[in-house]
């Protein structure tokens, strides 16, 4: 499978534990995306890498998360001190983007499964 | 920054039948429009997309419009399928500089009626 690929899958975990999520891009690409999903929502922005550098957090990323792509390859992302609020689904998204003379070139982000996170 | 309200909530259709669900954007600025597909249980997966230098695109039974003076883009579904049930999003860039960052639609739950 050359798509984007997340583990776990699904991760239960009382609250006040640790998490931590890996994400691995399609690998050509130079861009990947860490996202939150609820249920019945659309999926909410929450940091962004260009190769190994993050270059944006949203707000909804508390000090209490982090993200790493420490290679540029594969990326992991850390709950701490996690609550029930933090039930969700994670999902990561790798695009690559192109330039074409000055005209940087908008790609299509490539979902991976997610992780289904449960704090109890 | 962009605000994406995106209608209706939930479409039922006979299968057979057009459906249409509409966004609206909130900066004018924003020149790059998705719609991702998720099935249940399923990861997001773009359908199609426009860029704000066209009007409409058509891909087989999908069409995207896009009015940029009223700020809005619509996904068009004609000959609907059971196969077409699942949730649409549309998104927006958060700054025109940014088409990392996209701003989601809550999302439409399409139903294909048999």
């Known amino acids: 499978d050359t798509g984007v690929s997340q583990d776990p899958r699904h991760k239960i975990t009382k609250r006040g534990q640790n998490v931590t999520f890996r994400c691995d891009p399609i690998?050509?690409?130079?861009?990947l995306y860490w996202y939150r999903q609820t249920l019945g929502q659309g999926p909410e922005f929450l940091t962004y890498?260009?190769?190994?550098?993050?270059?944006?957090k949203s707000r909804l990323l508390s000090d209490r998360f982090s993200a790493e792509r420490p290679k540029g390859s594969f990326s992991t992302l850390e709950i701490q001190r996690t609550e029930q609020g933090d039930s969700a689904m994670y999902l990561c998204a790798s695009s690559l983007t192109a330039w074409s003379g000055r005209i940087r070139s908008y790609n299509e982000q490539f979902f991976g499964p997610g992780t289904r996170l449960t704090v109890l | 920054g962009e605000n994406v309200e995106q209608h209706p909530s939930t479409l039922s259709v006979q299968e057979g039948d057009s459906a249409v669900i509409k966004c609206t954007y909130s900066d004018s600025a924003s020149n790059y429009f998705p719609w991702y597909k998720q099935e249940l249980g399923k990861r997001p997966q773009l359908i199609i997309d426009i860029r704000s230098n066209v009007g409409e695109k058509k891909d087989q039974r999908i069409a995207v419009t896009l009015n940029k003076t009223a700020k809005h883009f619509s996904l068009h579904i004609t000959e609907t399928q059971p196969e077409d049930s699942a949730v649409y999003f549309c998104?927006?860039?958060?700054?025109?500089?940014?088409?990392?960052?996209?701003?989601w639609g809550a999302g439409t739950k399409l139903i294909i009626k048999p």
């Open positions: 690998s050509e690409h130079n861009r």
């Open positions: 890498f260009q190769n190994e550098a993050q270059l944006e």
């Open positions: 998104a927006a860039p958060h700054r025109r500089d940014s088409n990392y960052q996209l701003i």
